[in-house]
């Protein structure tokens, strides 16, 4: 019986899908740049470029010669789609000398990556990611900067580190709450929330002025950032060193001059010292899913393990379950994706379960119930905040994104590819079109999608294909 191979040699639609992922992440990089990855009516329009982007690049299917146009065209797009966000982050560093020069370096030192290189590529590259890392760990030590970046998600991950560092349940820990209100509590600074956000929900803070909610991740996140917690005091250095593995991953995958442009496209991204900073938890969830991509391209055995430890990582990884349609191969799919989704849930199991079983009903209560009594957020980059703008400030449905989310699923399993590209794109359109008609849509959301759309590019190029080396 023939059957198609999961990595044909050259991928038919492989540009297309290339290069409207690429104008994806650039456009979503554009959009969070805006405000700061919250509402701007700016933000708004670059973000609706992006998904435009991102559905054509799913959808359309094109001729041969069309392929051979884009393929020739592919290079001089990725080195604008790069300077255009490397330019935005020496302007936003402009102010501190030693950091803008350090990016200055480095971005000079990732545009090498355009050269023939052969076997300096990816050492050249090494050193490139460890510069960034020291840069952005300087850049948290450094003493103009607080050292707490006055986010409860910071709160959160080193009070549930220093519990479960003495032995307590990290999920039946309370936190202050550190915004102003006492109830709905409400944000004081417009240029980094938007003036008069609501934070939490009723029945989140009591009247002392304390949360009745602890940490509100799966369990595998904690673990993830208790190394760097136990050995520098700080949970970021756990974001900083999955950036950079996860950086490495993207360029290795398919070992070439695209997959390394692609992930320096992903590494020079303005906001991601930003994410850093803010102790967001999307870099740990960026690994995970860099390392069940990295086994679908190189190393198959290892991917339902992969896969578990991703779908672990955060609670809005249940969308992407269907996608993983796309990474079977063979004529029989559906036994494989049962079989690889009984191997992925062993592990989801295996790092669950103890913590669950330690408190069933505060750890329901943090990662499951929490994500329902979040309120709507009137600055989230969203087309339902431009609703609520525009209609007399009536809510919109909370179910609106499971409503959206379906047909984007069913349409992204119909038209990608069954290939680890064609699954990275897939994961970029549903989580992009989830995120845009959220309640909560931050700068930290998608800077996930960025990586997905930047991996499906690196994905698509095979290894010592034309102009890789």
């Known amino acids: 019986m023939i059957t198609t191979p999961l990595h044909p040699p050259l991928d038919q639609d492989r540009a297309a899908l290339a290069l409207g992922m690429t104008f994806c992440a650039l456009l ?39 392929e051979q ?64 890392c020291v840069v952005a760990a300087v850049t948290i030590l450094s003493p103009q900067r607080s050292k707490d970046p006055q986010i409860d998600v910071f709160l959160f991950q080193q ?3 220093e519990a479960l560092r003495h032995g307590q349940n990290p999920y039946t820990t309370r936190v202050p709450n550190m915004y102003s209100g006492n109830d709905s509590a409400v944000f004081e600074n417009p240029h980094r929330f938007g003036a008069g956000a609501i934070a939490y929900g009723p029945g989140v803070v009591d009247k002392d002025g304390w949360l009745t909610y602890s940490f509100p991740y799966p369990p595998l996140s904690l673990l993830m ?21 996860s950086v490495l991953l993207m360029a290795t995958a398919r070992p070439g001059r ?48 992969a896969l578990g430890l991703m779908f672990a990582t955060k609670q809005y990884t249940v969308i992407m ?95 990608c590819p069954r290939s680890p590209a064609g699954f990275a794109a897939a994961i970029a359109f549903i989580c992009l079109t989830f995120f845009a008609f959220n309640k909560q849509a931050f700068c930290n959301y998608y800077y996930f999608v960025i990586a997905a759309a930047c991996w499906s590019v690196a994905a698509s190029w095979p290894q010592k294909d034309e102009g890789s080396a």
């Open 28 to 66: 979503v990089e554009l959009s969070i740049n805006v405000y700061q990855g919250a509402y701007h009516p700016q933000a708004l329009f670059w973000l609706t470029i992006a998904i435009v982007s991102s559905f054509s690049a799913v959808s359309f299917r094109l001729g041969h010669p069309a």
């Open 159 to 161: 009070s549930a580190a």
């Open 258 to 305: 695209w997959g390394a442009l692609m992930a320096l496209l992903f590494l020079v991204d303005p906001k991601g010292f930003f994410v850093i900073d803010l102790s967001w938890t999307e870099p740990l969830l960026v690994f995970t899913f860099s390392l069940a991509m990295f086994c679908a391209c190189r190393w198959r055995k290892g991917l339902p393990w």
């Open 69 to 132: 146009l884009l393929r020739r065209v592919f290079p001089a797009v990725l080195a604008v789609a790069i300077l255009i966000p490397a330019c935005i982050l020496l302007i936003r560093t402009h102010n501190d000398v030693p950091i803008s020069l350090s990016v200055l370096v480095l971005s000079a030192l990732g545009f090498l990556q355009f050269a023939n290189l052969g076997a300096r590529r990816i050492p050249l590259l090494v050193v490139t990611v460890v510069g960034f």
């Open 225 to 245: 950032v208790m190394p760097a917690y136990l050995l520098g005091g700080d949970c970021r250095f756990a974001a900083i060193v999955a950036m950079g593995l």
């Open 321 to 415: 379950l269907p996608a993983v349609f796309l990474l079977m191969e063979g004529p029989n799919p559906l036994r494989q994706l049962r079989d690889l989704v009984m191997k992925a849930g062993l592990v989801v199991a295996a790092i669950t379960l103890p913590f669950f079983a330690w408190n069933p009903r505060e750890f329901i209560r943090n990662v499951v119930q929490w994500q329902f009594v979040q309120p709507f957020r009137t600055d989230a980059l969203s087309y339902l905040v431009w609703l609520y703008k525009h209609n007399g400030g009536h809510w919109p449905p909370i179910w609106t994104p499971f409503l959206i989310v379906i047909p984007a699923i069913l349409l992204a399993i119909w038209r």
